[in-house]
């Protein structure tokens, strides 16, 4: 695509070019769950169903436009593309050209919301002048009424902040690395005080605007989608554990919505940098994830999915298979009798399946196959469950005969290798087999 530049500066385009592509590392955004209709007075509504490329729940994709104000930096972080001393294209926008930009996207139907984030130019207050005047513009001017999600820039004005609060859907603030150390590392003009202070405040804010709410309900809502933050994964030496340990604290003392987790891409060449003949740690960044999807809604604990004996996750199982097979004693587990908590700890049972097995099994005694109507995996539940006091196949109850059927497809379907009689019934079977056995007699997959 070709750019008019005129009078030596970047056209919008080029600048869009250059900003979009800036922004394509950070990971930290998704669906909040914010839902706002439009009032007839405003463009745009926010829907819960989801942004950033995410799917809804029937199964549309939409997105949001996510750019940089700028990426000039007055940081030199080792990891960061945009770090003051690489040599890279650099571009600014205004707050109308970001406005102009967001409402022309939205018009052609291209979006549903902004995610806005910056390097620091001259100072972070003033950077976060520009981001505040900004969504002040599209929300005011623009009115602009859709979903919006700013980063809050640490060690910026809090007052800035506040103000944002009302503004945004939802606010991050990026942890960048692990631990303290890390950050000292690779990004010795941040400091750990100054990430957390703003993380602090927000969730006061929060707190704040609950009590006002219950009060007088048509107060302002502050940062209704809640926070979240974002990890680099890979860049620094940390554990699995560690870095688990780190996400769940921030759950509990910061009350994040989210932690999102990006394994780290070599974009400089650094002695500080690891190498990564493999690429980057796309498999750990995933099994993250997983486990990070346990601690929120599964109710496992940092401290059960690893410990300092065990630091990293297994490359061959999810973090909620692992577990099971290190914790046989825990099962098989009766369907038609178990608490909903152990449910969920079942490999192939999540939230929704376990919340239908328990509606279901006031009615009726559920059956195996039941269970797969009721969206159960069953390739990988089956060694973990009984009921009405039997399993389905005869499997037996061993980490490593469990492992090797859940990692190898060859063998997972290999049930009764051990001498039983098995048969795929035909068309025109009548119940007797060849050998004049009725075929109750037989085991039948």
Not at 128 to 146: A, D, K, P, V
Not at 225 to 240: K, L
Not at 244 to 253: C, R, S
Not at 286 to 309: I, N, P, S
Request: charged share 25%.
């Amino acid at each position: 695509m070709e750019y008019l530049i005129q009078n030596g500066e970047l056209s919008i385009m080029q600048k869009l070019e250059i900003l979009t592509d800036a922004a394509k590392y950070d990971v930290a955004c998704t669906s909040s769950g914010v839902e706002r209709k439009g009032d007839g007075k405003h463009m745009g509504n926010c829907t819960k169903a989801g942004i950033c490329h995410s799917f809804s729940s029937d199964g549309r994709c939409i997105s949001l436009l996510k750019i940089l104000m700028t990426n000039e930096c007055i940081f030199d972080c080792k990891y960061c593309l945009n770090r003051k001393s690489n040599d890279v294209p650099r571009a600014t926008f205004t707050p109308e050209e970001i406005c102009t930009l967001t409402m022309e996207f939205y018009r052609r139907n291209y979006i549903e919301g902004l995610f806005l984030s910056s390097g620091i130019i001259q100072d972070p207050t003033f950077t976060m002048e520009l981001l505040y005047r900004t969504i002040w513009l599209l929300r005011n001017q623009y009115h602009f009424s859709g979903y919006v999600h700013v980063k809050a820039i640490p060690g910026a004005d809090p007052e800035l902040v506040e103000r944002m609060g009302y503004l945004a859907d939802r606010m991050s603030v990026n942890l960048e690395l692990p631990t303290a150390e890390g950050l000292r590392t690779l990004a010795p003009n941040k400091h750990r005080k100054n990430i957390l202070t703003p993380m602090r405040q927000i969730q006061n804010g929060i707190h704040a605007n609950k009590e006002e709410l219950i009060l007088y309900r048509k107060s302002p809502v502050f940062v209704s989608g809640g926070q979240s933050t974002q990890m680099i994964i890979g860049a620094t030496p940390e554990t699995d554990y560690q870095i688990l340990n780190v996400a769940e604290n921030l759950y509990q003392k910061f009350e994040l919505k989210r932690v999102f987790y990006s394994a780290f891409v070599k974009v400089n060449e650094d002695k500080s940098l690891p190498a990564l003949p493999g690429g980057p740690p796309l498999l750990r960044e995933h099994r993250l994830y997983q486990a990070d999807w346990l601690l929120r809604f599964y109710g496992f604990k940092a401290e059960e999915l690893l410990d300092e004996k065990r630091p990293f996750f297994n490359v061959m199982l999810d973090p909620k298979e692992d577990w099971a097979v290190r914790h046989l004693e825990c099962f098989p587990v009766e369907i038609n009798r178990a608490p909903y908590a152990d449910l969920l700890r079942v490999p192939g049972i999540g939230v929704k399946s376990a919340r239908r097995i328990l509606s279901a099994r006031r009615s009726t005694k559920l059956t195996f196959q039941d269970l797969k109507k009721l969206g159960v995996v069953m390739k990988r539940a089956v060694y973990f469950i009984t009921c009405g006091g039997r399993m389905m196949y005869p499997t037996k109850l061993e980490e490593d005969y469990i492992v090797r059927n859940l990692t190898d497809p060859k063998e997972r379907i290999r049930f009764g290798s051990d001498g039983m009689s098995y048969r795929q019934m035909t068309l025109f079977d009548d119940g007797m087999f060849p050998n004049g056995v009725r075929q109750e007699e037989k085991r039948i997959i």
